[in-house]
C-alpha cells in the first residue's frame, strides 16, 4: 500500500504555500488580485477532481467531487461545463509555452551549428537564409529575421549581414512569449515533481538541484557563472541530439513532447522565494526558449555538514 493510500489525509499546505508565494508575487505584480484568482481557480480545482476521481476509478458525482475538490455542490453544479472547458484550453495552450517558434529555432540551431555571430543575409552556408530553410521552408527568411529583430535576438549589421546578440537572449518580461515561457516551464517543473512524489504513473522523472548556503556574494557570482557556462553547453549538446531525432520521428502518431532545462538562483539565508536575488545575477547564458532542470541534493557550507541525495522516491506499492 502507497503512502498516498494509507495516509490520505496528509495535508501538503505548508509545501503549496511555499510553491505558492513567488506566484502569487507575480499575479500581486501583475494586477491580479485574490478575489479574481480564487475565481479563476474554481474551475481548475474542479476539473483536477474529476480526474482525479477518473484515477480511482469513482463516478464523478456531485458529492464525489466536492468532497475531492471542497467546493460547495452547487459550484460543482454550475461549473461543470466551464471546468471541462477551462482544462482543455489549459491543456491545449499550455501545452504549447515554450514550444519555440520558427525564429527561436533558427536561433538555437545556429547556437549548436556554432556558425559565426555574423552572418551573409543570403546565400549557401553558411548565412542566414540557409539557417531559416534548415529550420523550415514554410516561413520567408525574411520575415524569420524581423521576428528575430523583434525579440532583439539579433540585428541587421553592415553590408547585408545578420549578427547573433548572445547577450540578449533573455526574453523581454513585457512580451507574451516570456510569461509563457516561464508557465510552461513551471508548470512542466512542477508535473515532474508531483508525478514522482505521488506516484501518478510507471517510472519517474528526473528532477533534481544542488543547494548551498553561508556563501559570499562573490561565492554565488561564481556559482551563477558556472552555471551559465554550463547551461550553454547543455544547450548545445541537447540540440545537437534532438534535431536528427525530431527530423527522423516527423509524420509518425502519437508523437510526444520533451522539456529539459536548468535554472539558477540566490537569496539570503532564510530568506523566502520570493522572486527578489540577493544580488543582481549575472548575464545568463544564451538561452533563445528555456526550460528547466529540476529533487533535493545539497551541498553546504563548511559548518554545516554536507548533505546529498534526491527527490523523494516513489512511495512503496
Excluded: I
Aim: net charge positive; aromatic share 6%.
Amino acid at each position: 500500500m502507497s503512502e498516498s493510500d494509507s495516509t490520505p489525509s496528509v495535508k501538503v499546505t505548508a509545501e503549496a504555500l511555499a510553491v505558492a508565494q513567488p506566484l502569487v508575487t507575480w499575479l500581486v505584480r501583475s494586477g491580479v488580485g485574490y478575489t479574481e484568482f480564487v475565481a479563476a481557480l474554481k474551475p481548475v480545482f474542479l476539473a483536477q477532481a474529476e480526474a482525479e476521481a477518473t484515477r480511482l476509478r469513482q463516478k464523478p458525482t456531485d458529492s464525489a467531487l466536492s468532497l475531492l475538490s471542497g467546493l460547495h455542490r452547487k459550484d460543482v453544479r454550475s461549473l461543470r461545463a466551464s471546468a471541462a472547458a477551462t482544462d482543455r484550453d489549459v491543456r491545449a495552450t499550455g501545452s504549447s509555452w515554450g514550444r519555440p517558434s520558427a525564429a527561436s529555432q533558427v536561433a538555437t540551431r545556429w547556437l549548436a551549428l556554432g556558425w559565426p555571430d555574423a552572418l551573409p543575409f543570403s546565400g549557401p552556408e553558411p548565412s542566414f537564409e540557409a539557417l531559416a530553410r534548415r529550420v523550415s521552408k514554410d516561413f520567408h527568411h525574411r520575415a524569420v529575421l524581423k521576428d528575430l529583430v523583434r525579440l532583439g535576438v539579433v540585428r541587421e549589421a553592415e553590408a547585408g549581414r545578420v549578427r547573433l546578440l548572445r547577450d540578449a537572449f533573455l526574453p523581454d518580461a513585457r512580451l507574451q512569449e516570456a510569461r509563457q515561457l516561464l508557465a510552461g516551464a513551471v508548470a512542466d517543473h512542477l508535473a515532474a515533481g508531483v508525478h514522482n512524489l505521488t506516484g501518478g504513473g510507471p517510472g519517474r522523472f528526473l528532477e533534481q538541484s544542488v543547494f548551498a548556503d553561508g556563501l559570499s556574494a562573490d561565492s554565488v557570482h561564481q556559482l551563477h557563472q558556472l552555471a551559465n557556462r554550463l547551461w550553454a553547453e547543455v544547450l548545445e549538446r541537447v540540440v545537437a541530439a534532438a534535431v536528427p531525432l525530431c527530423e527522423q520521428d516527423e509524420g509518425l502518431p502519437d508523437t510526444q513532447r520533451y522539456r529539459l532545462g536548468l535554472f539558477s538562483f540566490s537569496a539570503p539565508d532564510g530568506a523566502a522565494a520570493t522572486g527578489v536575488p540577493a544580488a543582481e545575477p549575472v548575464t545568463p547564458a544564451p538561452q533563445p526558449h528555456g526550460p528547466q532542470l529540476p529533487g533535493e541534493g545539497g551541498v553546504s557550507s563548511a559548518r554545516r555538514r554536507a548533505r546529498k541525495g534526491s527527490s523523494p522516491r516513489r512511495p512503496s506499492q
